[in-house]
C-alpha cells in the first residue's frame, strides 16, 4: 500500500480496542471552542494523522524501536460536545480515567489547550500531582479569559488550584511576546515553575537544559504539554495564535528526546490549526513529535542502548 | 484616499454613535462557536467590511441611492463571549433591542447562522412576529445537534416555538442536500413555511418567485436572512458547510432585490469562513449582499422610480 | 462525536470485511501515474473520505434512504504500486474482479481515470459488455499519449478494443475544448456512442437528456464513470487538466440522479487533485456525488416512492 | 516532451521575430500601475503562456484549425516601464504600431486595462476608428479615478475623445454593479454604444445578442477587449476587481465564438491577477480565451466550413 | 470584545486626532507603486492592523509598558496617489512634517520601501540629518532601477544626496544575496555607512552589534527602517523580493530591542506583501514588529528599570 | 524589461543551442513519476526559471561573477515520457552523455532525486566513479521501495552497485528523521561515506565541515546533488517529503560555497515541489541555490580572487 493509501490512522496503526493490553494510546480529542483567536484545532486530529503517512518505524536520530518494544494503537477521537466547554472538559476526564487506570500511556492530538486540564485531573487520580514539561509561547496561567475560568489561556492556573502539578517539578520553555501585565509570568515562578523564556533560548542547544530537567525532576510521574506554538511561526506556521521569536523545531526535538529517561505518563501536542497550515506541514510536523513522544515511553527499547 | 487605505469600517462609512438618528445599523457579530463542522465566521465581520472597500455609492442595476436618502452607518462588533452560546445570545438580544427600539434598521455581518435567533427575539418585542425571507441550503429547523438547543442548525425551530414568526410568511430559499431523515423539510412546511428547494431553482430566474413571496407578505414587518451556504459553492466557496448544487450568486442578488417593497426591518448576512476563503471572494460577495440590503430600505430613493 | 471527528472513512461508514455481505463497497484508488499534467489525484480517496464528514444520511432531492436499504461498507484503498501503470492496473482489475463476483456494486473515487479500464474489464468478466454513462470533459479515446497505451486519456479506446462496452449504449457528455485533431469525437461517434458536447448542455436542464439515456440503454448493466473535469472549473477547481466551459454541479447531479432505475453495476468519481482544492471543496463535491451514486443503487428504496 | 516542459511560451509557439510574417501575434504587456485596487496582473503574462500548455492545437467546437492555417508566435513582453504610467502607455502605443503596420493581428495578454488605450491609438492609424466588442464588470469610462486621467478605469473615455472608436459599432457587456453615480452607464449610452448590463445576461445564450452584434458591426474594423472581471468570480476569481453577478465562462465563448466573422484586427484579455489565483485556473482560463481570439481571426480555416 | 471583533485600527488603539498630544502615532501608507517585483504591500497596512489583534499591552521580555506611559494612537493612512510615484512622495513627505513637527514619533506602516525618502525629508527639517538603523536584504543604494530615480531600490542613495542622513551614523543590516555589480554594497561603505552582510550574521546573536551601534551613534537622532525581506523568507514569506539566507526574527528583535536608549524619532516596517502572505502570519510578525518599536520610544516606562 | 517580464528562462539566459560552446548548461527534469509520497516536483523546472526573475548576475557573498567569465545558457528540459521511469532514466543518460562529452557541465533543477542516477551513469562515462556532495534528509540508499528499484528513494544504492561513485569521496549531509530500520545509515558508512546527520548540523556553522570535505575530495571530480528537503521545511516548505529538523537555508548557502574549490562537474537541485509552495519561495529558494552552483564553477572569476 503506497503511503498516501489506506485508512487514515497515526502512521496507519491499528484501531485501538482495550486500553489494557496498550501500553501507547494514540487519541485525538477534535476540540477548539476554548479558543480565543482562530479556530480550527478541531480539525487537526485527522489532519496530524493523514499526515503521519510519512512516519516509519524507526528513529535514526535515537535509534528507538518502538513498534518491536511495546503495543500502540490508535483509538480515534474523544466525543466531545463542541458547543458546551464545560460538558466537553468533562467527557474528556472521563474518557482518561479510563486511559491512566489501564496504565497506559496517552499521546494526544488536540485540539486546543484546554483540553490538557481534564487530562490533568484525570492523571492526578492515578498518579498524585504530576511533573510537567511544558513548551507553549503563553504560560496559559491567565486567571480568566474574557470573563471565563475554562478556556486555552487558563488550564495551568486551574490545574495548580485543582492541586494537579508538583508545582517544583514543573518547567515551561518558549514562553514569550506581549502580556496582559509586565509581571504575567511572575505568577508561574512565584508556584515554583522553573520558566525559560524563549529569549534564554535563542543561539542555543537546549541539551543542558533538558539535562537539568531530568534531574530537578527525577523519578516523579511526568507530563509534556506541547503547544505548537511553542515553535516559531516559521516552523509552525498553522497555529491560532501565533508568537515571533519561538522555538526552532530543532529545539523541540531536543526537548522531547531530553526527556527520554523521566517517568513519561502522557503527552499532548495541541493547537495545530489546519485551516491555516496550507501546505499541511505544521500538521507534519505535529505527527513527528508525537512520534517522538512515543519513542520516549519508559518501555521503548532503543539501538543505541542495545 | 486610495481604496485599500483608510479605516475598515463598511463601505468606510462613518463609526455609529446613535442608533436614534440612524435609518441603517451595519452591525459585526464575530461569533462561530455554534458552528457545526469548519469554524471561522467569527472573523467574517473584519473580512467582509476589509472587502467592502471596492464598493462605489450607486447601486447600478436598480439605481439605487442609499447615501442621497438615508442615514448609515457601522457600528462595530457585538461584544459576544467566544466561550458561551447562552451568554453571547443574551449580549446579542440585548444589543439588537436598543436598535430595534430606535426604529434603525440593522445589516449584520455574521458570524454563523445562530445569532439569528437573537436577533428575531428583539425584533418580536418591536414588531411582533415576522415575516423571513430565508436563504440557506438547510432549513436550520433541526430540534437539536449533538444534544444542544442553541447551534447553528436550530434557530428557526426556537424562533417558531418562541412564537418569533408569522410561519405562513416564511420563505426558505435553496434548500438542499442531505437530511438526518427523508422528511427534514416537511416540518417547515408543517409550520406553513414555502419551502422553496435548490432543485426548483435550477437554471431559472428568481424574478417570479419573489414576485408571489411580496404578494404573499404584504406589508408585514419582514426579516432577511440568507446565510452564504444557500449560493453554490462554485460562487460562494469560503464558508463551513458548503453543500453542492446551489444558488447562483444572480439568484442570491434576484431575492434580495425581489425584496424591494417590503417592509424589510433587518437583514443579515452570515456563516462566511475567511480561512476558507483564500481569495477573499466571499466576503467581497458577502459585502455586496449586505450593500443589496441596504438598497432595497423602504425609505432609499431610486433613480428608477423618479 | 462531533463531523470533524472520528474514523475517515466515508460518511464514517463501518470498514467493509467481505464482499459477500456488502451491496455497495466505497473503495478508494489513489493513483495518479497515468496523469498527463497537475498530478496529486493519488491523495484524493483520503480527502474525499474526510470532506464526505458533512454528509448526512437522507438524500433530501430524491428521498433516497440508502442506508435503510442495503449494506454499505468502506473497503478502504487498492494497494496499487505508484511506480507502474502496468502494474497497478493489473492490481486493479484483480481487486475488483473480486467485488463483482460477489454481486457488490463498487463505487469508486479515484485516482486518475486509467483506473476505469481495469475496473471495466473486471466487470467485463461477471456482466459482459456494459453501458456507460461517461461525464467528462475530455472522450478519454485517444489512441496514444506521448507513446503510451495506457494513460487517463486513452482507457476508453482500449476498452472499445477489448470489447468491454456495449456501445451503443455509451453516453459521453460534457466533452469540449481544444483536440489533437478536429475530428477527434468522431472517433467515439463512429463507435456508435451517443456524444453529448458540453456546448450542448449549456444553459438547460438535462433531465431530457437522460430520459433518453434511460430509454436507449434499458436494463442493460451499466457503469458511471465520472471525471470531475466534466464539470466547470469554477465548480470542481481541484482538477488536474481543467477544461472551461463545462457542466454545473445541477447538472451533474441531474445525470446521476437521471441513471436512477438504470442497472447501475458501478460507478466511480475521478482526478480530483487535493494540491490544487485549497478550499477543499472540490473532495466535498466528490463526496457528494458519491454518495449519489450510491443513492440510485437499484435497491435502495426512496420515500418518493412508498 | 511532457505538457509541463520545455519553454514556456503561449502554446509552446515558436518565439516570434517579424511582425512581417505573422498574422497573429501574442503578446504580453506585464503592467499593472495603473490598477485601483488589487494589484498582481503584472504576472499575468507569464503565467497564462505556462497555464496555456493544457491546450492542444483544434477547436473542438468550431472545428477551427487556426495552426493549419495562419502564421501564430509569441513574441513575448512588452518592455514596459512599471513606475509610469504615462512612459508605459507611450512604450505600448509604439509596440502596437509596428505590429499594426505588418497587417499583424495582436491577442493580448494584460496586465490591466489601461493598456487599451495605446493599442487603440496604434490602430487607429492603421484603421480608423475601430469597432470594439467590451466585455467588462466596468465601463471603464470614467472621467479621471483620484483625479488621474490614465488608469484602469478610464481607457474608453479616452478613446472616445481621443476619437479612437466608431461609437455606434461599440458594444459593452457585463456592465454591473455599484458606482460613482446611478447615472455611470448613461456615458457610454450617450455616445452611441450599445450597453448590455449582466442582469440582461443572466440566465441565457448570448448567441441571439452577438447574431445583432455582427450585423450592426458588418465588416468595420473591430477590436476585442475582454476583462477577465467581465465574467462572474465564480469562473474568474484571481482578479483585481471582481464583481459578483457577471458572466458565465459559456456565454465568453458565445461572445467570442460570436464574434466570428467580423473583422477583427485585435484582441486582448486583461486584469488578470495571479496571486489572487491559487489554483491558476483563471490563467488557464485566460489562456483558453486567448486561443479562441486567435480561432476566429478571419483567415483561419475551419472543419466546419469545408 | 474578543480579539477578533471591533474596529481594526493598530491594537485596537483610538483613532488619532491631534499629533500635537501623541507621542508615537501609527501611521499607514499603503503605497507600492515603486515596486520591482511582486506587488501588494498597498494592501498592508490594513492587514497589519488587522493581525495586531493578537497583541497585548505589555512586553514581557523588555518589560516596557508603553500604555501606562505615553500617548499612542492609530492615525489611518496617508492618502496617497496610487498613480503617481511623484506625487506620493510629495503627500508623504507634507504629512511627515506635520508629525515631526509636533514632535510625535511616527511608526508607520508600509508600504514598498519609497516611502522611507519623503519621511526622512521631512525628518530632516525638524532634526537635520539622522542616524539610521537600516534592516534589509538589499542596499536600497541603487542609482536608479530601469531608468527611474524614484523606486523602491533607491530611497537610501536619494537621501545621501539630499543630505539626509548622518553617514557615519548608519548601519545597514542583512544585506545579501545577488547583485548588479560585485561591489554594490562599496558604495554604502565609501559614505561611511557601517554595513553588515548577512553572512555576518549567521548563527550568532546581535545583542554585541547593537551594543556597537548604541556606542557609535550616541544620543544623534535616529531612524530605524526595517524592510521586512531583512529577514529570512522562513520567517517573513510574504514579501515582494524575498531573498534566502536572511536573519532570523530573533536577530529582528535584539535589533530593535537594541536600539533602546538610542534617541528614536521615527521607525517603520516595510515590504510585506499581503497577496503572498497566506498564512497572515508576515502581518502578524510585522505588527509585533511595530510594537516593539512602540515599545523602545525613549519616553516609555520599563518594569526593568524600575 | 520590468522582471517579472520576458521569457521565463533561468535568469533570463539565452536558449542554449549547442553544449560544445558552454561552460554551464541549466537543464529542466520535470519529471516526478518516481516519487513515492506528495508529487509535483515534475511542474518545478519550469516555476524556478520564473522565479530566477529575481536573481541579478552578481553574487555579494562571494564576489563571483559567473556571467563575465564563463558562457551559461538554458536548455530547456530533458523531454522524459511521465509514463514510464525506465524509459525516462533511459532519455536522461543519454541526454546528459551529450552534455558531458562536451566538457560542458550541467547544474540540472529536478524533478524527483530519481533522475540523479542516470545522471551518474552518463558521468561515469566521462569521469569514471565521482566523488558527491548529496545535501538531503533521506540517505536514498534503499534497496527497493514497494518492491521498485528505481524510485526517488533508492539512487544511490544504484549507483553503489553501478560503481557510478568514489564511495570514499562521497558526503551525505542532512539525514534524519524516521527509518525503515535502526541501522538505514550504516549501509552508507559501510560504503565508505561520509554521513553527516542533520542532529550534527543544528546551531552550528558548516564551513569546517566543508573544509574538510574539500581536503578528503581534492581534485576528483565531483557532483553535488541538493535535495531541497534537506532544508528544514520551514525554509523549503513546498516539497514532497518534508522532515523537521533538516539545515537553514543559510547552511545550505555555506554547503555549496564551500564546494568553491572541488573539481565541480555537475550539480541538481531536487524535489521542489511547486502545488506545496504557494508563497512560490521555494522554487525562489532553489532558484537562488542553481545559481550559487553555477558561482562555484571552476572557471568563475570572483572579485574576491583578485
Given at each position: 500500500m503506497p503511503r498516501f493509501g489506506g485508512p487514515a490512522t497515526f502512521m496507519r496503526l491499528p484501531v485501538g480496542e482495550s486500553f489494557q493490553d496498550t501500553d501507547v494510546a494514540i487519541v485525538g480529542v477534535p476540540f477548539d471552542t476554548a479558543t480565543s483567536n482562530r479556530p480550527g484545532a478541531r480539525l487537526a486530529p485527522r489532519?496530524?494523522?493523514?499526515?503521519?503517512?510519512?512516519?516509519?518505524?524507526?528513529?535514526?536520530?535515537?535509534?528507538?524501536?518502538?513498534?518491536?518494544?511495546?503495543?500502540?494503537?490508535?483509538?480515534?477521537?474523544?466525543?466531545?460536545?463542541?458547543?458546551?466547554?464545560?460538558?466537553?472538559l468533562k467527557i474528556i476526564e472521563n474518557y482518561y480515567k479510563q486511559i491512566f487506570s489501564n496504565d497506559c500511556c496517552p499521546v494526544t492530538l488536540g485540539g486546543d489547550h484546554s483540553i490538557v486540564l481534564p487530562i490533568l485531573r484525570a492523571a492526578r487520580q492515578r498518579f498524585g500531582p504530576v511533573a510537567l514539561v511544558h513548551v507553549d509561547a503563553h504560560a496559559d496561567c491567565n486567571d480568566s479569559m474574557f470573563g471565563e475560568q475554562f478556556t486555552h489561556g487558563t488550564p495551568f492556573r486551574r490545574a495548580v488550584e485543582q492541586d494537579l502539578l508538583d508545582c517544583s517539578k514543573v518547567t515551561q520553555i518558549g514562553l514569550r511576546g506581549t502580556g496582559y501585565s509586565p509581571s504575567d509570568f511572575d505568577w508561574s515562578r512565584s508556584q515554583g515553575f522553573h520558566v525559560v523564556e524563549a529569549e534564554n533560548c535563542w543561539n542555543r542547544s537546549l541539551v543542558p537544559l533538558m539535562n537539568g530537567v531530568r534531574e530537578r525532576v527525577g523519578n516523579v510521574p511526568t507530563y509534556i504539554s506541547l503547544d505548537i506554538d511553542g515553535l516559531d511561526p516559521s516552523c509552525a506556521p498553522g497555529t491560532g495564535t501565533p508568537e515571533p521569536g519561538g522555538l526552532t523545531t530543532s529545539q523541540a526535538l531536543e526537548i522531547i528526546r531530553g526527556c527520554h529517561g523521566l517517568n513519561v505518563i502522557g503527552a499532548d501536542v495541541v493547537e495545530v490549526s489546519p485551516p491555516f497550515d496550507l501546505t499541511r506541514n505544521t500538521s507534519l510536523l505535529a505527527?513527528?513529535?508525537?512520534?517522538?513522544?512515543?519513542?520516549?515511553?519508559?518501555?521503548?527499547r532503543s539501538l543505541a542502548n542495545d
Open positions: 489532519e496530524i494523522r493523514d499526515e503521519s503517512r510519512l512516519l516509519r518505524p524507526y528513529n535514526m536520530a535515537t535509534r528507538a524501536m518502538p513498534f518491536d518494544s511495546i503495543q500502540i494503537a490508535d483509538f480515534g477521537d474523544v466525543p466531545i460536545n463542541t458547543y458546551s466547554i464545560e460538558k466537553s505527527a513527528n513529535l508525537a512520534y517522538e513522544m512515543v519513542c520516549i515511553h519508559p518501555r521503548v
